[in-house]
């Protein structure tokens, strides 16, 4: 699947993370968005176009999971290869 270097630099930060994940304004400073509202419609477009890429690949479960409120997760081991 081919990502753009915003989304790699994104579900590597995710998984970096851990099971704790990141808050939505950590993810919006990585993006280098506002923390406004019209930055927050941003965020949740990127993360929604992440998510349909990663399903196209193949996982069977949700592999960003978001946590209500506060931000998001990878839920599913995941590894990286570069081309």
């Given at each position: 699947?081919r990502l753009?270097?915003?989304?790699?630099?994104?579900?590597?930060?995710?998984?970096?993370?851990?099971?704790?994940?990141?808050?939505?304004?950590?993810?919006?400073?990585?993006?280098?968005?506002?923390?406004?509202?019209?930055?927050?419609?941003?965020?949740?477009?990127?993360?929604?176009?992440?998510?349909?890429?990663i399903q196209?690949?193949?996982?069977?479960?949700?592999?960003?999971?978001?946590?209500?409120?506060?931000?998001?997760?990878?839920?599913?081991?995941?590894?990286?290869?570069?081309?």
């Amino acid at each position: 699947m081919r990502l753009s270097y915003a989304e790699v630099c994104l579900l590597n930060a995710l998984s970096l993370a851990g099971p704790a994940g990141m808050e939505r304004w950590e993810i919006a400073e990585l993006l280098g968005l506002e923390p406004d509202a019209a930055s927050s419609n941003v965020l949740e477009a990127r993360i929604s176009r992440l998510r349909r890429k990663i399903q196209r690949a193949g996982p069977s479960g949700p592999v960003i999971q978001a946590r209500r409120g506060e931000g998001y997760r990878v839920s599913t081991p995941i590894e990286f290869e570069f081309r």
